[in-house]
């Protein structure tokens, strides 16, 4: 089967950083996203990655180990804004896109 | 650009009863996406569209049925609503299916069904 794991919660404080692990097991690799997604609103893009190595886009870097079917988000300088869930999701062999179940963070002050 | 529109945006039914969920996008998108969430979980691929008048089904197809007569639109129809059916409901959409393009996402629908 396909699988996606990701913690279900974590819990950090503002200003700090976090890392938000996400492990994936799929039929074949094609990219992986992490999209953003406030309580009760729509998922919306973070970052997608492709090949092995990190990419930084401000606060926000992702990381991918293709031989390890892991990647990681990377949240610096933590802002109330950024308590929400953050889903990886995968693209398979056959441009499926399979979701993880999310990761809830909590920014506490 | 509105992006990604759905109607409603709640809606409680009773079993057995049947509605329509809208979703429209003025992106001139071909590949047009409807997915359910249910809470703690991650989305779960309902039907897909690669163009106008096509359509396939995803990973949970059952109680479910679409159309896509026109680019824009792409309404999600459920008949003889069960409790299992309750969920939040988001139509999404992207430029191609390469899979490595961005989905942009509806609101969502929060559907119960009592």
């Known amino acids: 089967g396909q699988n996606i794991d990701q913690p279900t919660e974590m819990t950090a404080t503002e200003g700090a950083i976090v890392q938000i692990n996400c492990t994936y097991q799929?039929?074949?690799?094609?990219?992986l996203f992490w999209y953003q997604q406030h309580a009760g609103e729509a998922p919306t893009f973070l970052s997608y990655n492709v090949l092995d190595g990190l990419e930084e886009k401000g606060r926000f870097s992702s990381f991918l180990s293709r031989s390890k079917g892991y990647s990681y988000l990377l949240l610096k300088e933590l802002q109330m804004k950024d308590s929400a869930s953050y889903l990886c999701a995968v693209i398979n062999s056959n441009y499926q896109l399979i979701w993880g179940a999310g990761t809830k963070l909590i920014i506490k002050p | 650009n509105a992006g990604v529109t759905q109607t409603p945006k709640f809606r409680i039914l009773k079993i057995g009863q049947s509605m329509t969920l809208q979703c429209t996008q003025d992106?001139?998108?071909?590949?047009m996406y409807w997915y359910r969430q249910d809470p703690g979980m991650g989305l779960k691929l309902i039907y897909y569209s690669v163009g106008a008048g096509i359509t396939d089904k995803g990973e949970v197809p059952n109680g479910y049925n679409v159309s896509r007569s026109t680019t824009e639109d792409f309404p999600l129809r459920l008949e003889l609503a069960a409790p299992s059916q309750t969920s939040v409901y988001f139509c999404a959409s992207t430029i191609s299916d390469s899979g490595t393009d961005t989905q942009y996402f509806g609101p969502g629908t929060r559907l119960t069904v009592l």
């Open positions: 992106m001139n998108h071909n590949y």
């Open positions: 799929t039929s074949g690799f094609n990219g």
